[in-house]
């Protein structure tokens, strides 16, 4: 399935290509690669399954002693690439603070629909609640910002799932408004119409959680990404009330930032 030329916006396109916006993108996840092997080479974390599926896995690494809070981390890579594995670098600064944390891993576009990684995030967020009782932060970076989103705006009995209380909720660099994404060359993978779009946008749903939400963006990303996450935070007054913008920081670095965000928010 191809992109009808017509749809497809060069200007836009290029807004939301950060891996050709920031020198040496390739570099930078090869060491997201690399440190993620050294953090579990040297403290396994444990593998749990959150559904039957197979990618439908999370670590979770344990602090030494009690955990004061869970944090869940959502991945990004545009719904179509990379898994947990990648992502065991951001686990040693938080667990240092004494969280617990869990990296999760959903099936990726095309072969699933966004949809359903909308759905594997929020069963993945009950499973996590329900075992590990006590403050749960969801947290995610650009596509997992979405889903971190998507998660904060769950009518939990109407997915058939148990409740779920959030402490809070932070996006990273993310995407709110998916309508944009159409006019892309992610199209052909996403395949989304204009009713799927807004219907898994979080900047046309309502935060079914009272608990704040924190929107925080690179300062060097593109004008697109920082517009999106103005749309969350003007959509989720009180909620998400604000941007937060991280000076110095671009798409592929912003997630560093995760460890001061998490801590303010638990006060």
Do not use: C
């Amino acid at each position: 399935m191809t992109q009808p030329q017509s749809l497809f916006d060069v200007a836009i396109n290029g807004e939301y290509m950060p891996s050709r916006r920031v020198p040496h993108a390739d570099i930078i996840v090869a060491a997201w690669q690399r440190d993620s092997a050294a953090v579990r080479e040297e403290r396994l974390p444990a593998e749990l399954a959150y559904g039957a599926g197979e990618h439908e896995r999370l670590d979770v690494f344990a602090p030494e002693g009690a955990a004061r809070a869970t944090l869940l981390f959502i991945h990004g890579g545009y719904w179509q690439a990379f898994y947990k594995d990648t992502f065991s670098y951001l686990a040693p600064p938080l667990l240092g603070a004494g969280l617990r944390v869990g990296v999760m891993s959903y099936d990726l576009t095309p072969t699933v629909t966004l949809a359903r990684i909308v759905g594997q995030a929020r069963r993945a967020t009950a499973f996590v609640g329900a075992r590990y009782p006590g403050p749960l932060i969801v947290a995610g970076h650009s596509a997992g910002a979405h889903l971190a989103a998507m998660v904060h705006a769950t009518d939990w009995a109407a997915e058939g799932l148990p409740g779920v209380t959030l402490t809070g909720g932070i996006g990273v660099s993310g995407l709110y408004d998916l309508g944009p994404l159409r006019r892309t060359e992610l199209q052909p993978v996403l395949r989304l119409s204009e009713t799927e779009a807004r219907a898994l946008s979080p900047a046309f749903l309502r935060p079914t959680s009272a608990a704040p939400f924190t929107v925080a963006v690179g300062e060097d990303e593109s004008p697109s990404f920082l517009w999106q996450s103005q749309q969350l935070a003007d959509a989720w007054p009180g909620v998400a009330s604000s941007v937060r913008q991280l000076p110095g920081r671009h798409h592929f670095d912003a997630p560093d930032e995760l460890l001061g965000l998490a801590l303010e928010m638990l006060g």
